[in-house]
Nanobody
């Protein structure tokens, strides 16, 4: 069973940094592609970043490329999203998600398991 719990959200000024974590209580974490998504009020949930089982393959939305870094520690069943140079438009609820097929893809519907989300607010 996959249970995902995000943490690390909060309020930060523009230009600041945050590190999100997503812990999986399941025992097969290393066999899931992990993704980060976000949803702002009134907008659809959008892909932010994804990482393959081994961590050797990653993908980023154009809006965060060069500012966000995804990584994972399979020994700790945790995936991270390091966010730097944050902008007000990064404000959203951030979700992590898991997918049992080892291909990083962007559609939210391709991910089977979801966390409850963590709020990130960037003030100008």
């Amino acid at each position: 069973q996959v249970q995902l719990v995000e943490s690390g959200g909060g309020l930060v000024q523009a230009g600041g940094s945050l590190r999100l974590s997503c812990a999986n209580s399941g025992r097969t974490f290393s066999t899931y592609v992990m993704g980060w998504f976000r949803q702002a009020p009134g907008k659809e949930r959008e892909f932010v970043s994804g990482i393959s089982w081994s961590g050797t393959s990653t993908d980023y939305a154009d809006s965060v490329k060069g500012r966000f870094t995804i990584s994972r520690d399979n020994a700790k069943n945790t995936v991270f999203l390091q966010m730097s140079s944050l902008k007000p438009e990064d404000t959203a609820v951030y979700y992590c998600a898991a997918r049992p097929v080892n291909i990083v893809v962007r559609p939210p519907t391709s991910y089977a398991y979801w966390g409850q989300g963590t709020q990130v607010t960037v003030s100008s």
